[in-house]
Every structure is written in structure tokens, then in C-alpha cells.
Nanobody, 125 residues
Framework: QVQLVESGGGLVQPGESLRLSCTVS????????MGWFRQAPGKEREFVAA????????AYSDSVKGRFTISKDNGKKTGYLQMNGLKLEDTAVYYC??????????????????WGQGTQVTVSS
């Protein structure tokens, strides 16, 4: 059974930073592609960032490009989302997911097989 556990969410002020972690356990390969998605109240879940299983390709939504950085440590089976310059509109529940998406569909939630339960990020002044 594969489990993903996110951590690192919290309440911050605009302009501050957070680093989300997603730790994978269970029977899964050490190398996996990871995506981060978020869902704000009353809105659809949306893509945030993804990293290819090789680690050589990344993708970001336009709204976070230049502020967020995705990375992963295959040995620790953990992925990270470094979020800098947080804005009010970044408030959402953030979900990590793993799978083996190819570069062309890393932004698509259907490309991922396993999902975490989410961690709340609230940006408020």
C-alpha cells in the first residue's frame, strides 16, 4: 500500500515563505514523478508544479512560476515544494501526488496514481 503524507503547511503573512514536504511510503519505486496541486474553497483543484521521475524536467503554473520551486530526494522518497513570496491567492489545500507522467502530461491530475490527503496553506495579513 502506497501512502503519501504532506507536511509543512500553516498560516503565514503575504511575502513570507513555506516549504511543503511529501513523504512516500510503501511499495513504490524510489524514482517517481511528483506533482503538487491545490484547491481553494469553492474552486476546482488546479495544477501547481511537477517534476519528472528522472528529475530532469519541471513544470509550473503561470501563477507560481518564479516563486515556487519543486524538488525531490529519491533516496528519502520525499518531494518538496518551496514557496516564496506567498500571496493571498495562494491560500488553498495543497496536495502531492506521484506517478510516472511523461513530460507532456505532468500538469494533468489523471497522470498520477497516488495522492496525499492535503495540507492547508493560509496566507493572510
Amino acid at each position: 500500500q502506497v501512502q503519501l503524507v504532506e507536511s509543512g503547511g500553516g498560516l503565514v503573512q503575504p511575502g513570507e515563505s513555506l516549504r511543503l514536504s511529501c513523504t512516500v511510503s510503501g511499495r513504490t519505486a524510489n524514482r517517481f514523478g511528483m506533482g503538487w496541486f491545490r484547491q481553494a474553497p469553492g474552486k476546482e483543484r488546479e495544477f501547481v508544479a511537477a517534476i519528472h521521475y528522472t528529475g530532469s524536467g519541471t513544470a509550473y503554473s503561470d501563477s507560481v512560476k518564479g516563486r515556487f520551486t519543486i524538488s525531490k530526494d529519491n533516496g528519502k522518497k520525499t518531494g518538496y515544494l518551496q514557496m516564496n513570496g506567498l500571496k493571498l491567492e495562494d491560500t488553498a489545500v495543497y496536495y502531492c501526488a506521484i506517478g510516472s507522467p511523461i513530460l507532456s502530461n505532468m500538469r494533468t491530475s489523471a497522470a498520477y496514481n497516488y495522492w496525499g490527503q492535503g495540507t492547508q496553506v493560509t496566507v493572510s495579513s
